[in-house]
């Protein structure tokens, strides 16, 4: 079953903008990713934030956590054509398992 | 480095068949997941191993199983195709755990039509 949700399920913009995408899961965690998915292709790793890190940066990507209110967000800034995609949240749990579990994923457009 | 690599790519098979999908980890990780991917259920955990021995099982049917081999190679099995069964399959290497801090690297895919 999903963890979460997703919000929103599809967003698109022009090139140039940035894109904000939210996530919500619903136990605790140790960690969270964030991946990209292109055409029902391969997960390509974007992420990772651990559960006492509030935010997180990687090139043109911010991730910030906020565990209290079992929410993520990813910021693309001056977003380009080729980050139009599906993109993933992915969280553990708390015991040290290795599964993930996926949110319902948001479908970013963007409008060269 | 190379990453996960999963084989075949596509694959279509007639229900009741069974079929075997293939993947090799990252090398130096030790653990595989296995994730199914459909438009009505989304990602979904199937198993995953570490060091040959099966560690988590998602909520799946008996007729999918899996393996792991000495070098870290893993395979799953699915019998007794169903339709329903078609999907994208995924799999997953991650390092050995080290304070919980572990990025999980996926392969393209296992892209299953069932006929």
């Known amino acids: 079953s999903q963890q979460g949700e997703e919000d929103p399920q599809a967003l698109s913009i022009q090139e140039g903008e940035n894109a904000t995408m939210n996530c919500s899961y619903k136990t605790s965690i140790n960690n969270l990713q964030w991946y990209r998915q292109n055409s029902g292709r391969g997960l390509v790793h974007l992420i990772l934030?651990?559960?006492?890190?509030r935010e997180k940066h990687s090139g043109r990507l911010r991730v910030t956590l906020d565990t209290s209110k079992k929410s993520s967000s990813l910021l693309i800034t001056a977003s380009r054509a080729a980050d139009t995609a599906s993109y993933f949240c992915?969280?553990?749990?708390?015991?040290?398992?290795?599964?993930?579990?996926f949110g319902t994923g948001t479908r970013l457009t963007i409008i060269p | 480095k190379a990453g996960v690599t999963q084989t075949p790519r596509y694959l279509i098979k007639t229900r009741g068949q069974q079929v075997t999908l293939s993947c090799s980890p990252i090398s130096g990780h030790r653990s595989v997941s296995w994730y199914q991917q459909t438009p009505g259920q989304g990602l979904q955990f199937l198993f995953e191993y570490f060091s040959e021995t099966q560690r988590n099982k998602g909520n799946f049917p008996g007729r999918f199983s899996g393996r792991q081999f000495s070098n870290s190679r893993s395979e799953m099995n699915v019998s007794t195709l169903e339709l329903g069964d078609s999907a994208l399959y995924l799999c997953a290497s991650t390092l050995e755990r080290d304070s919980f801090n572990t990025e999980a690297f996926f392969g393209q895919g296992t892209r299953l039509t069932v006929v």
């Open positions: 934030i651990r559960s006492n890190e």
């Open positions: 992915a969280t553990d749990d708390i015991f040290g398992n290795e599964k993930l579990t």
